[in-house]
């Protein structure tokens, strides 16, 4: 073998590399949370200590690591990888969860949630709101994966009707996205205009999530 069929070789096996590396899927961040303890409480509830299975009634708290579910009933179940999965039912559900190597949340408030720990895959069923960071989407049905981060909404009809005075969502989906930041020399300009006059905001205040009046929860029976 000469050397100039060596060289050919050789720049083959670089890049037949290269392209695997660039076919080889993305690798996401470490999900800390199914690494810390699963926290529950509720006004009564059935739990099996040994099949890790538990259902929980009234003002219900599911808790793991940055996952927080409040709800009027849960159904959960520990997973193999210690992660948690629930179908939640509330009037309304709020659940909440850090992202990902970003000090930020992602939110949601429905009538009904179904959470997949395992995939980290999130549903919302009905009057449904899902907001991250300061961007939000609305309507009867979202669902939201925590891994890609990729959301979908459809327009669901309403599974009941309207209460006195509330405005039906229906068939409609709806959201709102914030202006994107300005490039740095802009965005500097602005940030010392208003740096006198703008006290330093709080990074995702933990207050609960609450819908707007057309998405408000009928009253209690």
Avoid: C
């Avoid at 449904?128 to 939000?136: F, S």
């Avoid at 740095?184 to 006198?196: E, L, R, S, V, Y």
Wanted: glycine share 8%; charged share 25%.
């Amino acid at each position: 073998m000469t050397w100039r069929s060596i060289f050919r070789a050789l720049r083959l096996l670089v890049l037949i590399g290269s392209g695997a590396a660039a076919l080889a899927p993305a690798a996401f961040a470490e999900k800390a949370d199914r690494d810390k303890p699963i926290n529950y409480q509720a006004d009564s509830g059935n739990v099996n200590v040994q099949t890790k299975v538990g259902t929980l009634m009234g003002n219900v708290i599911l808790t793991q690591g940055t996952l927080t579910i409040h709800a009027d009933k849960i159904v959960f179940h520990q997973n193999p990888d210690n992660s948690v999965s629930a179908t939640a039912w509330g009037n309304p559900i709020t659940f909440r969860e850090k992202r990902d190597d970003v000090d930020e949340y992602y939110e949601g408030v429905a009538q009904r949630a179904e959470y997949d720990g395992s995939k980290r895959f999130l549903e919302l069923f009905d009057r449904a709101l899902l907001r991250k960071g300061n961007d939000e989407i609305r309507s009867n049905y979202i669902s939201y994966n925590a891994d890609t981060e990729f959301f979908k909404a459809e327009g669901r009809p309403d599974t009941n009707p309207a209460a006195a005075g509330e405005q039906a969502l229906g068939a409609r989906v709806r959201g709102v996205f914030q202006p994107q930041p300005k490039d740095g020399k802009d965005a500097g300009k602005d940030a010392g205009k208003d740096a006198k006059a703008a006290p330093p905001a709080k990074s995702n205040p933990p207050a609960p999530l609450k819908p707007d009046g057309s998405l408000s929860p009928q009253p209690a029976k």
